[in-house]
């Protein structure tokens, strides 16, 4: 059974970085694709970022482009979310989620079946 577990989430000044982490158990994460949301208080749970299985092509959502960064790690089975310039409206818990592992790529239209229990990122001054 594949289990997640996010850490790294903090308080953090606008524009300063945090890189999450997603521990990754009971599978090689190598071979599913894996995906950041977040929920912001009184907001829907959006996804932010998605690595594809295998050759890890990376899909990020327009508001977070060019600020975060996602990555799998080698034998250490962990996918990163690097975050940097961070903004107030990126303040939300923080979630890596996969999908089986028959379904390889960021594709929007599947589901994401395994998640994390969340971090929390909060970016104040």
């Known amino acids: 059974q594949l289990q997640l577990v996010e850490s790294g989430g903090g308080l953090v000044q606008p524009g300063g970085s945090l890189r999450l982490s997603c521990a990754a158990s009971?599978?090689?994460?190598?071979?599913?694709?894996i995906g950041w949301f977040r929920q912001a208080p009184g907001k829907e749970r959006e996804e932010i970022a998605c690595?594809?299985?295998?050759?890890?092509?990376?899909r990020l959502e327009e508001s977070v482009k060019g600020r975060f960064t996602i990555s799998r790690g080698g034998v250490d089975n962990m996918i990163y979310l690097q975050m940097n310039d961070l903004k107030p409206e990126d303040t939300a818990v923080y979630y890596c989620?996969?999908?089986?592992?028959?379904?390889?790529?960021?594709?929007?239209?599947?589901?994401?079946?395994?998640w994390g229990q969340g971090t929390q990122v909060t970016v104040s001054s």
């Open positions: 009971g599978v090689n994460v190598i071979w599913h694709a």
């Open positions: 690595i594809s299985a295998g050759s890890g092509v990376t």
């Open positions: 989620a996969a999908r089986d592992n028959y379904r390889t790529t960021c594709d929007p239209q599947y589901e994401f079946n395994y």
